[in-house]
């Protein structure tokens, strides 16, 4: 099955700053969907991506998929403390199983 | 904003006793799913289920687990005889569409189960 390795595994910054999150996979993907999980709580839906090269703006989210459709992207311009979590990249097959990667998970001192 | 509602949101069992976790997808939702996360682990797929039949299901799903949609509103998790490596968040999860362009699942608050 599919499998995303997703970098870095944590990731601490200053109020402010920005903060970035990499999915990639050996295969090409045929989509990718973005989760934010916070501290002790569920996972929520992001975004979906299908296209190759593929931008989308959420506020100061900026989610990418790339052009040979093995990697993705999360950016947050100007973290907040409200940011912080772990966010997965997931992907999706046919019959509904989604896989996870293993999750950035970001702390905002601030 | 529509949710998936699971209960008990905590359970303490002993060792092989039988479990059953409870689930009330989104009402127009027609996908629903389990999935378990092992603390400070990532989200682990165990099965999709549609029109009463079980759609996929990874290998973490065996014989001990078996689900069900027992009327029109309820979705459940049964696992037969829990192990103490069962210990995890259990979470339902239920989407509107299947297959790489769902749109995305909402997922429940999930069930902490602890396998004593």
Known sequence: ?110 | EPEVTQTPSHQVTQMGQEVILRCVPISNHLYFYWYRQILGQKVEFLVSFYNNEISEKSEIFDDQFSVERPDGSNFTLKIRSTKLEDSAMYFCASSEYIGPVNYGYTFGSGTRLTVV
């Open chain 1, 1 to 110: 099955g599919q499998q995303v390795m997703q970098i870095p595994q944590y990731q601490h910054v200053q109020e402010g700053e920005d903060f970035t999150t990499y999915c990639n996979s050996s295969t090409t993907l045929s989509n990718i969907q973005w989760y934010k999980q916070r501290p002790g709580g569920h996972p929520v839906f992001l975004i979906q991506l299908v296209k190759s090269g593929e931008v989308k703006k959420q506020k100061r989210l900026t989610f990418q998929f790339g052009e040979a459709k093995k990697n993705s992207s999360l950016h947050i311009t100007a973290t907040q403390t409200t940011d912080v979590g772990t966010y997965f990249c997931a992907v999706n097959t046919n019959a509904g199983k989604s896989t996870f990667g293993d999750g950035t998970t970001l702390t905002v001192k601030p």
